[in-house]
């Protein structure tokens, strides 16, 4: 691999790579500009929290307006740990991977019980927070509180690997990439230089078609000496996801629709859903309806990938007489306010498939 050659490049690598983000830094709403950050000011940890645990497997641009909301409806760690689990999983609603939800709920309260509501600055105290990882760690702890501390996320994953031509496959050749990592990381404004690496690896050093022609550091990537940069960093073969079926169920009455509470363990726990045949990660729905009567099935409606499935989706609608039912239940939420339900996108998706086939109807 190419990382025992960093020694005698890595302070101009690095120097660089500083250079260019004082000019070229994203404007993000959790970050302190680096002509800011350069006389000593940081960033509210409980933004840089929020955020970092918001951006795992989510893109920068789908994530600002979901940290806008949240910080204004909770400013603080302390609202955020008072505020209710199913309030929470609500406004997460679209961002996926839920347990995040649930665990951020859990962190704020630890932080706030805990710890007087202060994060702590050492990365190994993080790392004992509910649902911090290492990479989550390490990012709190350089660019909320200045540590030195060694942060890889999938840019910098990347912008590494083909600096290095490290080509080892993931996740084996993680270890290689955080030795090279390591090695560029300055010990004052380690949170700057990991924020500057990560712009790098979003808007030039990309997945597909990287512009190394506007790159501060091309002279320097011995992958685009090659002219292999896309086969950075290697992975494994994918494997084929399963793909699983499984049925919804639309019960409306005097414009209201009938949701559910999933389970509070298993995948979507505790979210407000459409009722359904109780798929699985593991198996397919059983496909009978939760009452008798008369249904309208439309087949294969949705299809939605999960991490290691897929899922199709058909939907059957109810048609017998109305539902004697409390007008009060809370089950029953209006259509007009149903994007305020805070459905999961797989339920989500259904619903704006339905409202489409209405307006189909009325044609």
């Not at 090279?180 to 924020?195: E, I, R």
């Not at 309806?289 to 949705?302: F, S």
């Not at 039912?325 to 459905?343: F, H, K, V």
């Amino acid at each position: 691999m190419g990382v025992d050659r960093i020694t005698g490049e890595a302070q101009d690598i690095t120097a660089k790579i500083s250079a260019h983000y004082v000019d070229n830094a994203r404007n993000l709403p959790w970050r302190v500009p680096p002509k800011i950050s350069a006389s000593g000011a940081l960033p509210d940890p409980y933004h840089v929290w929020l955020s970092e645990v918001m951006l795992q497997q989510t893109t920068v641009a789908a994530v600002i307006a979901y940290f806008q909301k949240f910080t204004k409806r909770w400013p603080t760690v302390r609202d955020m740990a008072a505020a209710e689990e199913a309030d929470i999983l609500a406004a997460w609603a679209g961002l996926g991977y839920y347990a995040r939800a649930r665990n951020l709920h859990k962190c704020a309260r630890f932080v706030t019980d805990s710890l007087a509501g202060v994060f702590p600055s050492q990365e190994a105290e993080l790392l004992k927070l509910p649902g911090v990882g290492a990479y989550t760690a390490a990012a709190i702890a350089a660019i909320a509180f200045g540590e030195r501390a060694v942060v890889v996320d999938a840019n910098i994953e990347r912008l590494v690997a083909r600096l290095f031509v490290i080509d080892t496959p993931l996740p084996a050749g993680k270890t290689d990439i955080r030795i090279g990592m390591d090695a560029l990381t300055p010990k004052h404004g380690a949170g700057d230089f990991a924020q500057a690496c990560m712009d790098i690896g979003a808007s030039i050093c990309s997945a597909k078609a990287p512009k190394c022609e506007i790159c501060p550091i091309q002279t320097h990537c011995a992958a685009h000496a090659k002219g292999d940069q896309e086969r950075y960093p290697v992975k494994p073969p994918k494997k084929a996801k399963p793909i699983r079926k499984g049925r919804f169920f639309w019960i409306e009455q005097d414009e209201k629709l009938l949701l559910v509470t999933r389970p509070e363990k298993g995948m979507l726990a505790s979210m407000r859903a459409l009722p359904d045949d109780n798929w699985a990660a593991g198996t397919d729905g059983h496909g009978q309806p939760p009452l008798d009567g008369k249904w309208q099935l439309y087949e294969n409606i949705v299809q939605h990938s999960f991490t290691h499935f897929s899922l199709e989706i058909d939907l059957a609608v109810y048609q017998s007489e109305k539902i004697v039912t409390n007008s009060d239940d809370n089950s029953w939420w209006r259509l007009d306010e149903i994007d305020q339900a805070g459905l999961p996108t797989l339920y989500a998706k259904a619903v704006k498939w339905m409202a489409r086939q209405k307006e189909e109807d009325r044609k």
